[in-house]
């Protein structure tokens, strides 16, 4: 497939890369490529050929003979591949092999080393290359990533919202901490952004309406595991889907836009969205006033020695908003969030008064 292809490819909306976690046998790679290509959804194969596992013992990837499955994968179905590469030798082999497009994996993107010693593999190289969030929380590690890749010249690059590691219960494998995904988005904004709802749910309940909400975040594609036999799956069998339960699952997304359809709709956003802009500038206006207070305070705390935080007043304040946010209809938490960021900044300003620091 020539880089012309495969760049036409990558610019379809909604985008749908889709395949087996790990290529396992001959036979599953051939039988799960020729079912999703019979969907006539599913614009790339993917596969995990070198898997990285959290704890050995588990199934590790076929290795290299997977390649040579994916390649007659690709000549009986005509779907270009992608596969995730993890150091310089898996790079090699996977462009040795014509692999069309190349992902970093979540365990990789944290770690420079690893990215970099991808990245040399590909100085100069025309190759697509999307890489996937970080296993924590770290928009800069993501950020570095797409960075280091940026440098090895023309090639384009995406990026894969997959979910952060987290302690403790939540219904997601890895939760999907949408508001660190849109931060990098805000950051790298002409970049395409794609879900891998496969590894943030763990399972296949929670597919649909996870890809909803990224497709309602305007995101441009979907990197979705599915195998001939999920059940039977060699690795992540819980969150595999068959071809035909990828065509469910995506026949149910609304596929919305991001413009509005008419002019007159158009106009009617305008008046509202002026109206949020003034909104926007009062709150603004009103939390310097508010800063401002804070300063006040400042001052006579420190002439009296009392010290900036006293619990029971911040325990008074919250119990306060909160109730109020309930009678107007805003729940707890975008209370409790949204006050303690203001509440942090107003222990810094009194934090710079009372040990006058500069900024
Ligand atoms: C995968 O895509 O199979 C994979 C290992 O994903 P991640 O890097 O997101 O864990
Ligand atoms: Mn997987």
Redesign the pocket.
Known sequence: MSAETIKQILEKRPLIISGP?SAETREQVLDTAEALKQTGRVDILRA?IW??RTRPGSFEGVGSVGLSWLQEAKALTGLPLAV?VANARQTEEALKAGIDVLWI???TTVNPFSVQEVADVLYGVDVPVYI?NPVNADVELWLGAYERMQKTGDKAIGLIH?GFSHYGNTVYRNAPMWHLALEMKRRCSDVPFII?PS?ICGNRHLLQETIQKAMDLRYDGVMI?SHINPDAAWS?ARQQVTPDNLVHILDQIIWRQEEMPTEELHTLMQKYRTQINQLDNEIIELLASRMQLVQEIGKYKKENDVTILQVSRWKEILDRLCAKGAALGLSEEFIIQYFDAIHLESIKQQDMVMNQKKD
């Open positions: 976690c995990g898997k990285p995730e994996g979540a365990r996937k997959r891998d590894h595991e992540d």
